[in-house]
């Protein structure tokens, strides 16, 4: 059987802030430091639309151009991102994966000191198709669990992931992983499993509508496109992951030693 929910295209934020042209400061920085402080207390969240340049003008009685410069300022401070015939959009802090150890996603932010979310998109048992059954040793068509779920970072969704699980795991308890949130840690404790290596292959693609919308991007912000193997201390794979990281909020890094010369 399987477990599914929807999502609603992200809508730009609201913003509350007021710009006194009576007063000495210019109202360009009088709206960008009152952006900026909506920015700093949560007010806007990363990864949300600003309200595009012409509605606050309308609103705060401020030319376009006043609006611009205050965005224009907010980005030089790596506080925004504009993009082209989209808009202008929250930064928040990218969470990097060193890729010198296997980690969950919980442990990656949580070693960042970034709060770790999940939310339970899909599962279900379904057949192996041929390079999921390649990645896992199976026969395609053996029947595995996928569990699809949206992570995010201290609010913010932040990437896709469609775990393929080996048919000794398709008892999983969905209700243990919704409360921790940790596919490793609900593995580990339900079946005694932890991983020991793992094969992990990145590119980089533009999103599919569906992965605009739960990862509240434009659609000419690329994603990250991972797979990656994982295996556990017995050297047999036990989970084939397919994701879609936001390219502008996540970064991989390598630490490299030297070799001969």
């Known amino acids: 059987m399987a477990v599914t929910a ?25 709206l960008r430091q009152a952006l900026e402080a909506a920015i700093a207390d949560g ?10 340049e012409r509605d606050l003008a309308q609103r705060l009685g401020l030319s376009r151009m006043t609006v611009r410069r205050a965005f224009e300022e ?25 890729l010198d150890r296997v980690l969950g996603f919980t442990d990656e932010a949580r070693i960042l000191g970034l709060h770790p979310g ?3 998109l899909e599962a279900e048992r379904r057949p192996a198709d041929r390079d999921v ?12 669990l996928r569990v699809t779920r949206l992570r995010s970072a201290d609010g913010a969704p932040l990437a896709v992931q469609a775990a393929h699980l080996a048919p000794r795991f398709v008892g999983l308890s969905l209700e243990a992983l ?5 596919l490793y840690g609900c593995l580990h404790e339900q079946f005694g499993i932890r991983p020991a290596r793992a094969h992990q292959s990145v590119g980089a693609r533009l999103p599919t509508k569906h992965e605009c919308a739960l990862l509240e991007i434009a659609r000419d912000v690329p994603v990250l496109d991972q797979e990656r193997t994982t295996y556990g201390v017995d050297g047999r794979p036990f989970e084939f ?12 890094a390598l630490d490299l030693r030297a070799g001969d010369a």
């Open 74 to 98: 907010l980005e030089q401070l790596g506080l925004v991102q504009q993009r082209q015939g989209s808009g202008t959009y929250v930064r928040g802090r990218a969470l990097e994966q060193v």
């Open 133 to 144: 059954a390649a990645a896992l040793q199976l026969v395609p068509g053996t029947e595995l």
């Open 6 to 30: 929807s999502s609603n295209p992200a809508k730009p934020a609201s913003f509350t802030g007021i710009v006194d042209k009576g007063l000495p400061t210019p109202a360009y920085l009088q």
């Open 178 to 182: 919704e409360r921790s949130g940790s």
């Open 43 to 52: 007010s806007l969240r990363p990864g949300q639309a600003l309200p595009s």
């Open 118 to 120: 999940a939310r339970l």
């Open 241 to 252: 992951v397919r994701s879609a990281y936001r390219g502008d909020r996540y970064r991989m």
